[in-house]
Nanobody, 124 residues
C-alpha cells in the first residue's frame, strides 16, 4: 500500500520559514506527480502547489507564488515544500498527495494517495 508521510511542520513566527518533506514508499516515485494542499479549521482544502514527475513543471496557487517553492528528489523518493515569508493566515494542516501516471494538477480529486498531514502554525 502506498504511503506518504509528511514532516517538517511546526510553530514559526510570521516572516519565518519551514521546509515540509513528503516521504513516499511502496510506489515507483517517478511515475507520480505530487501536489501539496492545505486545510485550515473551518475551511475547505485548498491547492498550494504541484510538480510533475520530473520536476520540470510546477504549478502554484496565486496567493503563494513567490513565497512557496515545490521540489522533489526522485532518488530519495521525497517531495518538498519550502515555505517562506510565512503569514498567520498560512496556518493550516498541509497535505502531500500523489497522482499516478499523469501531470501535475490543481484539483484534489485528481490525486489518488494522500499523507496524514503536517501542522503549520504561524504566530505574529
Amino acid at each position: 500500500q502506498v504511503q506518504l508521510v509528511e514532516s517538517g511542520g511546526g510553530l514559526v513566527q510570521a516572516g519565518g520559514s519551514l521546509r515540509l518533506s513528503c516521504a513516499a514508499s511502496r510506489l515507483t516515485f517517478n511515475n507520480y506527480a505530487m501536489g501539496w494542499f492545505r486545510q485550515a479549521p473551518g475551511n475547505e482544502r485548498e491547492f498550494v502547489a504541484a510538480i510533475n514527475w520530473s520536476g520540470t513543471n510546477t504549478l502554484y496557487a496565486d496567493s503563494m507564488k513567490g513565497r512557496f517553492t515545490i521540489s522533489r528528489d526522485n532518488a530519495k523518493n521525497t517531495g518538498y515544500l519550502q515555505l517562506s515569508s510565512l503569514k498567520p493566515e498560512d496556518t493550516a494542516v498541509y497535505y502531500c498527495a500523489a497522482r499516478p501516471y499523469a501531470g501535475s494538477s490543481r484539483f484534489s480529486q485528481d490525486y489518488a494517495y494522500w499523507g496524514q498531514g503536517s501542522q503549520v502554525t504561524v504566530f505574529s
